[in-house]
């Protein structure tokens, strides 16, 4: 018997030092995108104090309990190796007994009843008012964000900016994402930012936050939505109002004129194939909707909803091997030469 506790205790302990070590690990982790604990917003700041209170009250919580195992553990061996009681025995009812069974109904009382309704009422009251600080509010920067199959369609209505996957949003304004989907819902997570809000086809949900330094802060579909899900991520970059401000102005022009022979080529392969059905290049004859804008292409830092950086050997790769990189994406596989990807690519990354 005594075994057997002192067994529970160890594990116990092990436990203990197990939830520590990943604690550690956590924090360890904070810095680098996404993390729950390095929040950059108000909103996320609020989600971040919640988690760690509950935390530190379950620590307490639990260290509390473990001190309880091990005195208990003791006075039982104290017992049984002196002239109490001897451990699994029912002691005889006597007036000492009686005392020490009202001192214990106080103690299930205050430790079973009253404890967990304190507990319960302070991490009620703290998860009502991260609710509220969390909900959506007033916003300067309204952006559409609507969920595809597995990528992020933007708009930027003010601006007339379309794009995909990476939300520039400037420091220190509010920012409201308008959330919709035609297809399956999805859930958009950037843990530095704010919680996970759902994308529910036939309602139109919100997310309000306020970047407060300037970051790149990785977001993911947080709901699974089918075998491209794993690879829905997407970036909010956080610009200075300055850096912002260029940024808008560069993506509401049109396209750039290709500057070089394979770039023409490109340009000219690109509007007269399959691509122009799918892609729109604002200010060309592609004008299709159902895939990514690429108007501004060469000037996003990833491919793919964040699947490869985007360099030229990585667009190439996508382009050989759309399905190899990226499994089930709805870009079909196309035939192309290594010279009609080398135009491609060249043109695609001269699209600033
Ligand atoms: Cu979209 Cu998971």
Redesign the pocket.
Known sequence: MEEVIARAVLLRGVCFALAVGAVTALVGCGSTSPSVVDPHSPEASHIAGLFWLMLWISVGIYALVLGFVVVSFRARHAKSDGHGTEVGEWATPSSSTASERRRSSRFIIAGGLAMPIVVLAVVGIATVRTTNAVRRGPSVVKINVE?E??WWRLTYPDNGVVSANEIHVPVGEPVELTLTSDN?I??VWVPELNGKTDVIPGQTNHMTFTADAAGEYRGQ??????I??AL?AFVVIADPPADYARWLDTNEAHAVTPSTGAAERGATFLESSSCAGCHNVAGTAAVGTFGPDLTHFGSRTTIAAVTLPNTPSNLHRWLADTQGVKRGALMPQIDLTDAQIGNLVAYLESLK
């Open positions: 969920a199959r597995w399956v999805h859930s579909c947080a709901e699974f939505c089918g491209g899900h829905m």
